[in-house]
């Protein structure tokens, strides 16, 4: 068990540009999610997959952004033409199955200047 | 749709002391779970304690327990012989039944530990 990593562990970017954040679960977990935590708030869900298969997305997940999992194992979350409100920590977490414990990684903060 | 409240935004303990954090919830659904996570600033996310609301015995983890009272969804934290390492963000977090891919979290309660 080498936790779930993500990288990179900041991105300053300027407004308007593309930035692509990479996370790495525990080899073993099926289950994927992408959280948002803004400053003084908890994490908020953005989207889960179930290997390759993304099940879920939250309707805080407009179409600058996407996320893939390709084979099932590591994932991708891109967000295109950033914008000041995107600024935030966008956290990953894995689990072997829903209601267990989920595995979080120490986050990407994103600021937009 | 669910709901996660926490009350306290600061608590602050003398090392050694017990401190509880409290945290309210709401849900029409019987089955579901609840969490404690800390959140030291590493930033990563621990699972401090899990509880299964069918259970009625409170979840402990060492010197971690919680007060679960289903009926008045309430579901507190309680630290005992609390140390330096236990300062952190606390988020009490929500998720339905078993094929739940969701958790609700709560805003946070900041823990301060006075030596």
């Known amino acids: 068990d080498t936790g779930v990593s993500q990288d990179p562990r900041h991105k300053i970017t300027k407004r308007g540009q593309n930035v692509t954040f990479r996370c790495d679960p525990i080899?073993?977990?099926?289950?994927l999610y992408w959280y948002r935590q803004t400053l003084g708030q908890g994490p908020e869900f953005l989207t889960y997959f179930q290997n390759e298969a993304q099940l879920e997305k939250s309707r805080l997940l407009s179409d600058r952004f996407s996320a893939e999992r390709p084979k099932g194992s590591f994932s991708t979350l891109e967000i295109q033409r950033t914008e000041q409100g995107d600024s935030a920590m966008y956290l990953c977490?894995?689990?072997?199955?829903?209601?267990?414990?989920?595995?979080f990684g120490s986050g990407t903060q994103l600021s937009v200047l | 749709a669910q709901t996660v409240t926490q009350s306290q935004p600061e608590m602050s303990v003398q090392e050694a002391e017990t401190v509880t954090l409290s945290c309210t919830y709401d849900t029409s659904e019987s089955d579901y779970y609840l969490f404690w996570y800390k959140q030291p600033p590493s930033r990563q996310m621990i699972l401090v304690i899990r509880?299964?609301?069918?259970?009625?015995q409170n979840a402990t983890e060492n010197r971690f327990s919680v007060n679960f009272q289903k009926a008045a969804k309430s579901f507190s934290l309680k630290i005992s012989d609390s140390q330096l390492g236990d300062a952190a963000m606390y988020f009490c977090a929500y998720s339905s039944g078993a094929g739940s891919y969701q958790l609700t979290f709560g805003k946070g309660t900041k823990l301060s530990v006075i030596p």
């Open positions: 509880q299964e609301a069918y259970k009625q």
């Open positions: 977490a894995s689990s072997l199955r829903g209601g267990e414990k989920l595995f």
């Open positions: 080899s073993e977990h099926n289950r």
